[in-house]
């Protein structure tokens, strides 16, 4: 098992002031950034024309993979399911439940055609208002 104890957000290496305002032209502006910390980011590959594909998706995540162009399904809550591409989807879930995620995934899909890939700590989240 992997320690995640040394792991850092985007932020962490910056001595950040939590509120900044800017005189731009007389108007003020305000700038927020807020990090999300970490999540389970996980890259999904395969082919929702198999209707087993898109099945034993939706028993691991509850959801089935959206097929229509930049679209996600899942709300506000985890996990989400957004669509990359035609046959490539991000699930995002809580950091906690990523490797049990990943897991099931795998063994749900073992023979068929797929992808399933940790890619949790290469993202950064940042929200910005």
């Known amino acids: 098992m992997v320690e995640y104890s040394s792991r850092y957000g985007p932020l962490d290496q910056y001595e950040v ?3 900044s305002e800017v005189n731009c032209d007389e108007h003020n502006a305000e700038v927020f950034l807020t990090d ?3 999540r389970g ?4 590959r395969g082919n929702t024309d ?3 594909f898109a099945d ?6 509850g959801l089935r993979p959206p097929v229509k162009p930049t679209t996600a399904v899942g709300g506000a809550d985890f996990p989400r399911l957004l ?3 035609p046959d490539e989807w991000l699930v995002l879930t809580e950091d906690a439940l990523r490797e049990k995620t990943l897991d099931q995934l795998t063994e749900k899909l073992v023979g068929q055609h797929f992808q399933v890939v940790d890619v949790s700590d290469w993202f950064g989240v940042l ?3």
Do not use: A, M, T, Y
């Not at 034993?56 to 995540?61: M, N, P, Q």
């Open 41 to 44: 980011q996980i890259i999904l």
């Open 56 to 61: 034993e998706i939706e028993r691991v995540l």
């Open 83 to 85: 669509w990359l591409g």
């Open 50 to 52: 198999l209707p087993k």
């Open 127 to 129: 929200l910005s208002i």
């Open 36 to 38: 999300c910390r970490f």
């Open 17 to 19: 002031v939590s509120r």
